[in-house]
């Protein structure tokens, strides 16, 4: 299938570079392989249920959204046990030590994402019922 995307300069400049780095053929394989990435990490979230141990790290644009990014976690108490702020010129890196049902932790996960200054968001469960 063939499809485009806008993706900044920038990001794919630096995309190419890993790939090539990396050694494979070409920017569709690297593509497919990120997808799959993606979609690996994504999925174990929707799979689960009960309670979960979570890290939820994510850098953003301070100056563009910390008021509403302060009020999200405000909102998630009930999950958040530890904060973790550090900044780095106009950009802040945020990670959150998390406890709870994988639902509360999966929509404060969503709700992170939906905020344009939020560059990315990086969930690891580490620990869950079943484990």
Known sequence: MRTSFNIPDELVEEFDRVW???GLDNRSRAVREAM???IEAH???EELTGNVVALIAFDYRHHEVI???HSVQHGYQDVILNTS???HGDWCL???F???TVGRVRRLSYQLRDFDGVHRV???VLRDDEQ
Do not use: F, N, V
Request: aromatic share 4%; net charge negative; glycine share 4%.
């Open 20 to 22: 090539q780095d990396e």
């Open 36 to 38: 799959q990435e993606y």
């Open 43 to 45: 999925s174990r979230l």
């Open 94 to 96: 945020e990670s959150l």
């Open 122 to 124: 990086k969930l690891m």
């Open 67 to 69: 008021e509403e990014l």
């Open 98 to 100: 998390c406890r709870g």
């Open 85 to 87: 702020h550090t900044h």
